[in-house]
């Protein structure tokens, strides 16, 4: 593949993989569920992706490669590790862009009527098909080669960066109520369990799970030992800034008669919009209908590449066909991968036929994807020490296991029964494993390596089901001794899963391949 994105393309893709359709919608749902208290879950999701994100620096700067989450945990455990990653991965990715063009799709209703029921909060069917059309636009762009959507995404992102940003601040100048932060049921409206649930649930993971992109770009990037962490880090501290202070201003900037009747009573199809409207700055709301187009495109535009070099990396590490690792002879791009992607993406908007459907999702089946970067990134260390690292991360020993257990409790926080339909998806991709390993095309022991992953993801979903009702289980497990068990959990599996880790032959190539260099270190 060309390598020529630049590293304010990386942060673009990273920024514009983050601010999309939940910039626009995140904010009422989280307000909805967690009150006032939603701005600590913003906070905690985004230290939570602040920690992953170290460890994917390292790794990034250290193996630059198309769909390189996918190949990290195949140089650390082998294929069945690899493949659940994967696997979890796609999922997640490869929903994304029709989540974007739906949220497009219900922006847009407000003046193309009849695109979305607001009685059952679904598309009509001339709002899928509007849906359909932009999901396949995205490929379009995609497949036309990286130097063209490196273009359209990065001017798409400036105008991205800067309508939130300017929403914020003067949201807050034009009308801020402080009453909002403790009248209305105080802070903590329903609990610290609803803040922990609007994490996974209303759109904070799903619009933070962004933060790989530049990872998975990372084979053509110009620089990709230099510019790959720097990118990863600016990145996500952009957005999340951004994120807390939307929230913020969301919050300070709603009527009291919004919410005289509760947190839960709100419903604004074009939050931010229609508070501009309300506080007389009608050309601001003019400019987020705009926006409502922009923003969720870069983001469908975004996932639309990554997801290409996952397929892309899973069809190199062996399960799946080859033909899916073709690159076009003039566009240089993994022409086979975008198509089948196209298909699979088309094929999902009917089940899921709104934005609110899908974000559930795609949170636990990306934060799943996220698991193995901690891990990796410690097993790496072990197996091999003298792979140059451009980027070597202070203090691993401990940012590694915390990222994961934060990982793991997000999982657990967004609540029965999507982590079950999201794991129980994941874990049931495994047929298309062990078809491949019964035809002889992995190793036994890729199985024995990964078995602890298997038995993390079944705990997780009994402890989900188990857990206290405020997370939508059978209150067996009451908060927060719940949380305590699956913290436990994931610390055990942690420790299992680089115990387990080994010099597998992918990596030894690599390191026979490299010659061993200085690194420095980030602290």
Known sequence: MKRELRLIDLTFAIVSGIIGSSWLLASQVAANMAGPSAIISWVIGGVAICLLALTYAELGSMLPEPGGSVRYPQYSHGSLVSFVIGWGAWLSWVTTPPAEAEAITQYANTYVHHLYNTQTGLLTFRG????????????????????????????????KFIVPALTAVLLIAAGFHKGNFSHYGGF?????????????????????????????????????QRDVARATVLGVAICVVIYIILQFAFIGALAPADIIKGWGGLSMSAPFAQLAVALNLGWLAILLRVDAWVSPSGTGLVFT?????????????????????????????PANAILFNLIIGLLCLAPFSSWSKLIGFISVTGVISYLLGPVAASVLRRTAPDLPRPIRIGGLSLIAPLAFIVAGLIVYWTGWPSTLYALGAVVAGLLIYFYYFFRGSFEVRHVRSGIWLMVYLVAIIFCSYIGDKSFGGKGLLKFPGDTLVVAALSIAAYYWGVLTGYETGDIKEVVDETAPSGAHALS
């Open 305 to 333: 590449a990554t997801t290409a070099r996952g397929i892309f990396a899973m069809a190199e590490n062996g399960y799946l066909p080859k033909g899916l690792m073709k690159i076009h002879p003039r566009w240089k791009i």
């Open 188 to 224: 903590f409206p329903h609990g610290i369990q609803a803040t922990l649930m609007a994490i996974g649930s209303c759109g904070i993971i799903f619009a933070l799970q962004g933060f790989r992109q530049a990872i998975e770009l990372s084979g053509e990037a110009r620089n990709p």
């Open 128 to 159: 899928l098909l509007m849906s359909a059309v932009l999901t396949a636009a995205f490929a379009l762009i995609n497949y036309y080669g990286v130097r063209l959507f490196a273009r359209v995404n990065t001017a798409l992102t400036f105008f």
